[in-house]
């Protein structure tokens, strides 16, 4: 069972969800950008919560499967067809063996994701099958797809499954939005609706002043250029520190809002170092990163504080949201 790659589009690699475990040996975590998504897709087709699936950037992949398949298309919506024929994302669909899919550009939204019955199976490394690539590891050959490539494909008994789906009637599209998109937050300011990313303070937020802190929570911060899968770096009101934003190196977790010498904030994505040398001013909690990762530069955010607690109440919430779509089978 497997996969031809026919155009790999503008970046599409393997993820799941992530090389965890080998940071203090300065193995960064990776896997999908928008968790959610990721989840999301994997639930439609009854995968396990790991199993590897693609990541497309703004621009979706032409691919063949070689066998029966049941897929699943999640995250930023874009033009797809199967053989021609328009199929909807959030949903369990069924492609014959030889059949193509082909996924255009996402309209709005960054990063889109593609699911199989049994999931994508190259070789995992350090227990991840998960795409680094500046390290060079996981995925397929550590890299981007390119044309001509092969994916195999986990054990999945595609016609059973496919029946167990039609037999309850899930083989059409998610309705309810909040479950598509993940109860993210947002914030009304004026005329603009914009993100709203809860975050918990610090784990240097000592280092920043009064004014520093309270701007952070009531300023709006745009997307810069220099955005990947590893950090967003934001410009908007410089944020005010007492002795400046150099610290003894210490730990980074997807979420940190690291706080460069001129004042901008950074997040950390998927693909961020171990290690960093800046002022955490807070950590975006890691139910409202995948709104975060579908972003695309010049648009724009706002923070809020939020406590511990309530970033495990609402992690909860979400994951039960995948959990009810992967209960129905």
Known sequence: MSITVRDPGRLTTVQDAGRTGYAAQGYRTCGAADGYAYRLGNALVGN?????????????????????????????????ALDGTPVPYYAPLFAKAGSTLEMGAAAS?????????????????LGSRATDVKCGIGGLAGRKLAKGDTLPTGPCDTAALWQAITAKHLD????????????HPVRVQGAQTLPLLRAVPGPQDAAFTAQGLYD?????????????????????TPLQMHRGADILSDGIVPGSVQVSADGQPIVMLADHQTTGGYAKIATVISADLPALAQLRPGQRVCFTFVTPTRAVQAARRQAALWQRVRNRL
Do not use: Q, W
């Open 109 to 125: 939204g960054l990063r889109s994701y593609l699911a199989v019955g049994g999931g994508i199976s190259t070789p995992p490394v």
């Open 48 to 80: 396990d919560p790991g199993a590897a699936v693609l990541e497309c950037t703004l621009r979706g992949a032409a691919l063949r499967f070689e066998s029966d398949t049941v897929f699943a298309l999640t995250g930023a919506e874009s033009p797809a």
């Open 216 to 236: 952070f929570t009531h300023s709006i911060y745009t997307l810069t250029p220099n955005c990947d899968r590893m950090a967003c770096k934001l410009a908007g």
């Open 172 to 183: 059409r599209p998610l309705r309810d939005k909040a479950v598509c998109a993940g109860l």
